[in-house]
């Protein structure tokens, strides 16, 4: 597969390795570079904490690389079973396995039709639910049917994340 060739490259390329960029690929093999602003950390900092508060199992990470059908894609925060992780191969340079809930922190230079398309992606992919983050932490939850008043997976999930 083209794309995972090219997020092996980008992975192995010293020069890429401490830039300040989200770094992914699109579905052409491209490197797609997304600059952030410290208070993307935090609020990913802020996200990590309320999922760990309001679960008592799986995982929650940040930047957690997965394959699609239109390249490695770097999800900002995501939830996952322990019983899909352990589907993940040991090794894995971008996970195959999608984990449930997947969550976008939106930056300034998201454009809504990015936003769309990544989420379509993810629901097409396995994810269960797509979360975005404004930048004033109101969360907007999504499942494969649209939009949902909050989380069916993680019901206590606050709609605003502070």
């Known amino acids: 597969m083209e794309t995972t060739t090219s997020w092996h490259r980008v992975l192995e390329d010293p020069r890429l390795r ?3 960029y989200k770094v992914e690929t699109n579905e052409h093999g491209q490197i797609v570079l997304s600059p ?3 208070q993307h950390g935090l609020q990913q900092s ?3 904490r309320l999922l760990n508060q309001s679960l008592d199992s799986g995982v929650t990470a940040v930047e957690f690389a997965v394959e699609t059908g239109k390249g490695v894609k770097v999800p900002d925060v995501i939830w996952i079973s322990d019983e899909r992780l352990a589907d993940m191969p040991e ?4 996970s195959p396995v999608m984990p ?6 939106l930056s300034e230079g998201n454009t809504e039709a990015e936003i769309v398309e990544k989420r379509q992606l993810y629901l097409g992919e396995g994810a269960e639910e797509v979360w975005t983050c404004d930048v004033d932490g109101t969360m907007q939850f999504y499942d494969a049917d649209g939009a949902l008043d909050h989380s069916a997976l993680v019901p206590s999930f606050p709609t605003q994340a502070e």
């Open 91 to 94: 090794g894995a340079e971008a």
């Open 18 to 20: 401490e830039l300040p």
């Open 100 to 105: 449930e809930v997947v969550v976008e922190v």
């Open 46 to 48: 802020r996200l990590v």
């Open 36 to 38: 952030h602003k410290p």
